[in-house]
């Protein structure tokens, strides 16, 4: 679709992270400088929870691990509007479960039948489950939790070993709220081999950005919304009139913003992602789910792994993370504390995996988000488009349902509200 009318119109997009760089992405294509549009970004970059850290040696890598799979077909697609599909490389890594101190290697149907986690007979129901869930037969467990679900599908044992504990690492008290169809989605989803962008993410946010700014985008760092009211027909954003507004920062902050937001049932973890940065490589997997009901982390990623690019040099990069309540007390630890505590992991895969001495620890960046996780009870269903009044619309990452978080359904749900948008101001 390509808008032919003479009429400008302005645009205000809210938040510079994967939804909105995306829209104001496919907004200036369709509507080809019939459009004024401007990205409202508090931070100095683009990104949003997908932006990048600065390592020690000046590289760049994420502040929250991200990778892509093969089945994320909207963001190969707007990689390859933007010229930019050569810089995405795809590799087969490693996928560690440790559980009861030991690890297993889950990496694919011949790892999982060979090893000993499952009783045999149970090895065989896992990947028949999986296989099931993939091809999208998942209706059957509608209005079903994910614990439910899978204790039907998979049975006690796979759900005992494998995905209580998964489920309880990322949503705590909440793993009964969690929808089996957001089990479904993500092993329908994953794929045996995990994509990069050459350089980080960074250069993607950086390439769509650039893109946009060419097209007549006004990218605006370092602004925050501090304003909005809602009337009939226009918006008003920080005092600016726009013929519409697209807010991708969340019911959350939206709330915030003004009155006229309805109330949306909705709750967030958050979370706490550690960067440490070693000299020098480690034996342990891409990643390793973490279950210790000891210990608040839940995934160890060795991003060295997945990106082995040379820019690197002698760095290895391993994230740790944990989700938790917003008013959880690990939230007002320092980051010393955190870093130690955090650190504990990662020795543990390590001394498992292939016991050695570890590497020199270069630094360590802690990173803290409240809103990282939307939780979505099964009886929830968000339509990704959320059209508050028509000059106002807001999407974000809980718009997603039932996939989770990602990049790519980021870029989908982008691309989806900018074509509403122009519908709506262009009349088609």
């Known amino acids: 679709m390509r808008i032919k009318s003479q009429t400008t119109r302005s645009i205000c997009i809210i938040g510079g992270g994967p939804v909105g760089i995306s829209a104001a992405y496919y907004l200036s294509r369709l509507c080809k400088q019939r459009a ?21 040696n000046g590289e760049y890598i994420e502040s929250y691990y991200h990778h892509i799979f093969q089945t994320d077909h909207s963001f190969m697609q707007l990689c390859n509007l933007v010229g930019i599909s ?22 694919g149907p011949a790892d999982i039948l060979k090893e000993t986690l499952l009783l045999p007979s149970n090895r065989i129901r896992f990947l028949a489950a999986s296989l099931y869930l993939k091809l999208g037969f998942q209706r059957r467990f509608k209005n079903k939790n994910a614990l439910e679900g899978s204790r039907i599908l998979y049975g006690k044992e796979v759900t005992q070993k494998i995905w209580e504990p998964l489920l ?27 994509g990069y962008f050459n350089g980080g993410f960074h250069r993607f946010y950086e390439s769509i950005a650039s893109s946009c700014q060419k097209e007549g ?20 954003v920080n005092g600016v009139s726009y013929d519409a507004c697209l807010s991708t920062i969340g019911p959350v902050l939206e709330e915030r913003l003004l009155d006229q937001i309805p109330n949306i049932p909705i709750k967030y973890l958050g979370a706490i992602c550690v960067v440490y940065e070693f000299d020098g490589s ?9 279950c210790d009901p000891e210990s608040p982390v839940l995934a160890v990623i060795n991003h060295r792994e997945l990106d082995s690019d040379k820019r690197l040099g002698n760095c290895c990069p391993v ?8 008013d959880s007390e690990l939230f007002a630890l320092n980051d010393n504390d955190v870093v130690e505590l955090f650190y504990k992991p990662i020795q543990a895969v390590a001394n498992v995996a292939k016991p050695c001495k570890m590497p020199s620890l270069i630094r360590a960046t802690v990173y803290r988000t409240k809103y990282a996780q939307p939780l979505i009870n ?3 269903g968000l339509h990704p488009l959320i059209r508050i009044n028509r000059p106002f619309y807001s999407a974000s990452m809980h718009s ?29």
């Open 36 to 56: 004024r549009i401007t990205i409202l970004e508090a931070s100095n970059k683009t990104g949003g929870l997908a932006g990048s850290h600065k390592l020690a």
């Open 86 to 107: 050569n810089e995405i490389f795809f590799k087969s890594v490693s996928t560690g479960h440790y559980y009861k101190r030991y690890l297993y290697n889950l990496g």
């Open 168 to 194: 309880e690492g990322k949503f705590g008290e909440f793993k009964t709220q969690v929808p089996m169809s957001w089990l479904a989605s993500r092993i329908r989803d994953r794929s045996l081999r995990l």
């Open 217 to 236: 985008v006004s990218l605006k760092y370092n602004t925050e919304a501090l304003s909005l009211s809602i009337n009939t027909d226009k918006v008003e």
């Open 282 to 290: 480690l034996a342990i997997p891409y990643w390793t789910n973490y």
């Open 319 to 326: 994230y740790t993370a944990a989700y938790l309540r917003p």
């Open 378 to 380: 099964p009886d929830i």
């Open 400 to 428: 997603i349902y039932p996939n989770d978080r990602g990049q790519n359904y980021a870029v989908e749900t982008g691309k989806s509200i900018a074509m509403q948008i122009a519908r709506d101001l262009y009349g088609r």
